[in-house]
């Protein structure tokens, strides 16, 4: 989804000869996966060209897997979800700062 983000509206050829060097896919395993998509919803398939267009964008991706991860590890509670996260050690001062300012911002 990153690289049709990037690029879209995309051909699917030009999407699986992309896929053919990043992950070593071929046409058949690019098509399968855009067919999934634009079943699922994420995707929009136009003709002529078999034009492909995201329906979704990154940050509602971005969302929906955070709530799913919340849900499945911390029984839906945001609060031990982001407790278990800045609790890690790569999680820098100026990163804790902003998550700070970001919280105080939206309880305005």
């Given at each position: 989804m990153e690289y049709i983000w990037e690029h879209a509206p995309i051909s699917a050829s030009a999407l699986a000869a992309y896929s053919l060097d990043a992950f070593h896919w071929k046409k058949n395993t690019t098509?399968?996966?855009i067919k999934r998509l634009t079943l699922r919803g994420a995707l929009e398939r136009?003709?002529?060209?078999f034009?492909?267009?995201?329906l979704v964008t990154k940050q509602q991706v971005q969302q929906s897997e955070l709530e799913?991860?919340?849900n499945r590890i911390f029984a839906g509670?945001?609060?031990?979800?982001i407790l278990s996260f800045i609790s890690r050690e790569s999680v820098?001062?100026?990163?804790?700062?902003?998550l700070k300012a970001a919280v105080q911002e939206?309880?305005?």
């Open positions: 098509y399968t996966v136009q003709e002529p060209g034009i492909v267009t995201p799913n991860l919340c509670s945001s609060k031990d979800f820098s001062e100026e990163e804790l700062a902003e939206y309880h305005r």
